[in-house]
């Protein structure tokens, strides 16, 4: 202390931050997506073992541990004097106590969706619907798998339809580009729409399991 | 990165148990809890004296990187230290004056559409 004031006004210019969210289920592709993108970083978080993890990822050689670390899907990308973060949430129902966190002040969102596992991106979708988050649904498309018509996935996720659903590679770094691109449009155009095109108002339907079939 | 996004034994970081760092406590004081992406400056210059009353060397490291303004996400990178006691640090730092919280030009929230759309030139021009 004592030293020169800082200038804060000036100095809150040289950097505007953004947050990004890329929500979906676990193994979906959204370290893929954000690392494809981004300048990727470990941040790494603390995790409280309250209860206990069943039917979720491997957690042999830590049990017992009253928590452990995680790191979660953390990348920047510098545009001039912005600074677009893009923050992974994690995938499994024990860390439901970040998503407040994380999407505490953030743009928007993109839901990653694999169309073999739809129904692992029902809590995003109901979450940001949720808390009037801006979002859209990128069905990663997987070597191998079938690709879809994102209308049929719209119908399957029972989405509003102003909500955009695109086909994406994670791996690509121009299809990324263009998520990101599509998500920051349809916030643009949620916002001028003075948040006639957000999420309906009040509690969707509750997501029904077989909704998420999509034709054979 | 290792497999499922974790990290355990010796990658987990230092053996003292991460809250040991701030005498235990898990919430920041005066019960603000900085958003990952507001960004933080110091006050004054570092190093600051290592005989600096109510100081540790985790809170002295956070002054030296923060001698350019940056996110708090940011600045638990560079740390290794996980964010929630990044934050319980760095809000003993604000109380104390050594550190301050810039204003954000706008709420990402409430961003205006000239951001908005400048942020989607930035993309487009990725």
């Known amino acids: 202390m004592g030293s020169a004031p800082f200038d804060a006004a000036a100095a809150a210019g040289l950097l505007t931050p953004f947050k990004i969210l890329v929500a979906g289920g676990f193994g979906v592709g959204k370290t893929t997506l954000v690392s494809v993108i981004s300048e990727i970083r470990p941040l790494r978080t603390e995790e409280a073992f309250t209860r206990v993890s069943t039917g979720v990822d491997d957690l042999t050689g830590v049990r017992g541990k009253a928590t452990t670390t995680v790191a979660m899907d953390f990348g920047r990308i510098t545009m001039g004097r912005l600074a677009l973060y893009l923050f992974g949430t994690p995938g499994q129902d024990r860390f439901w106590f970040m998503w407040d966190d994380l999407s505490y002040g953030a743009l928007g969102a993109v839901v990653l969706a694999d169309t073999r596992r739809l129904t692992d991106c029902f809590p995003a979708v109901d979450y940001f619907e949720r808390r009037q988050l801006p979002f859209i649904v990128a069905v990663n498309v997987f070597d191998g798998s079938r690709h879809y018509d994102p209308e049929d996935v719209r119908i399957a996720l029972d989405l509003e339809p102003q909500i955009p659903t695109v086909l994406c590679d994670a791996r690509q770094r121009s299809s990324v580009k263009q998520v990101l691109i599509t998500l920051v449009e349809h916030v643009l155009v949620s916002a001028t729409a003075g948040g006639d095109s957000r999420a309906s108002d009040g509690p969707s339907a509750a997501r029904r399991p077989g909704a998420a079939d999509l034709p054979a | ?126």
């Open chain 2, 1 to 126: 990165m290792p497999p499922h996004g974790r990290w355990v034994d010796r990658e987990a970081g230092p053996v003292v148990r991460p809250y040991a760092l701030t005498g235990g406590r898990t919430d920041p004081v005066g019960d603000t809890v900085l958003d990952l992406i507001a960004v933080v400056a110091a006050c004054g210059p570092a190093p600051v004296p290592t005989d600096s009353p109510g100081l540790s060397p985790e809170h002295r490291k956070l002054i030296g990187l923060c001698q350019l303004p940056a996110t708090v996400a940011d600045v638990a990178a560079d740390t290794a230290l996980p964010l929630g006691v990044v934050r319980v640090l760095l809000a003993d730092l604000i109380q104390q004056g050594r550190i301050t919280v810039l204003p954000r030009r706008a709420a990402a929230s409430q961003a205006s559409p000239d951001l908005l759309k400048e942020v989607l030139d930035g993309l487009r021009s990725l």
